[in-house]
């Protein structure tokens, strides 16, 4: 069965309303964006997650080992999401449990120098923004993929039964569960009765 992530939370009420549900991955961006989130907060997203045992993804776009260090322990994050140009080396060096982001477009990058330093792969569609931008890209080019990995891009309770057709192990899920630019629980309600 497919794990859940709903990313981009952004405020204290969001966690407060969303930790009850079955979703088993909090995302909190650092990287800029509409959805940016200080260390601070972000602390305080992850102590609330912990109290209903979900763990927190800090989402993090072309930053130092430093800086993504340095705010992973301060947030407390339990897994580290970089969606940028990082290097296999950059995970080398980083450590700690990492999803590396793969933009796609019509075929799956070679992730074969980052596997022994990656927990999962996280494939995401190509598009303007590194992440978030709501478009799918053509599930079938993951039909005959031989290693667990995440699915992101454009993901909602209109296509999510297709998404899960493809077993991946967890699935990303952002812009399209949002309503005013906050996350919609009933939007996640709908997505949570498909994948659980």
């Given at each position: 069965m497919s794990k859940l992530k709903i990313c981009g939370i952004r405020s204290m009420e969001e966690i407060l309303?969303?930790?009850?549900?079955?979703i088993d991955y909090f995302g909190c961006i650092f990287?800029?964006?509409?959805?940016?989130?200080?260390?601070?907060?972000?602390k305080k997203i992850t102590e609330t997650a912990h109290q209903y045992n979900k763990k927190t993804v800090g989402v993090f776009v072309n930053s130092s080992v430093?800086?993504?260090?340095?705010?992973?322990?301060?947030?407390k994050l339990d897994i580290i999401q970089l969606?940028?140009?990082?290097?296999?080396?950059?995970?080398?060096?980083?450590g700690g449990t990492i999803w590396k982001v793969f933009r796609v477009f019509d075929k799956i990058p070679d992730i074969l120098p980052y596997k022994e330093y990656i927990e999962y792969p996280l494939f995401d569609t190509k598009g303007?923004?590194?992440?978030?931008?709501?478009?799918?890209?053509?599930?079938?080019?993951?039909?005959?993929?031989?290693?667990?990995?995440i699915l992101a891009g454009g993901l909602s309770e209109k296509n999510i039964k297709d998404a899960l057709k493809y077993n991946p192990a967890v699935l990303d899920v952002n812009s399209r569960v949002e309503i005013n630019n906050r996350k919609d629980k009933k939007l996640i309600l709908d997505i949570i009765n498909i994948v659980k």
């Open positions: 309303e969303l930790a009850e549900l079955d990287a800029k964006s509409p959805r940016q989130v200080s260390a601070d907060l972000a430093d800086e993504i260090r340095e705010i992973r322990n301060a947030a969606h940028g140009d990082e290097s296999p080396n950059f995970c080398k060096k980083l303007k923004e590194h992440g978030g931008n709501g478009i799918v890209f053509d599930w079938s080019i993951l039909e005959n993929l031989n290693y667990p990995y």
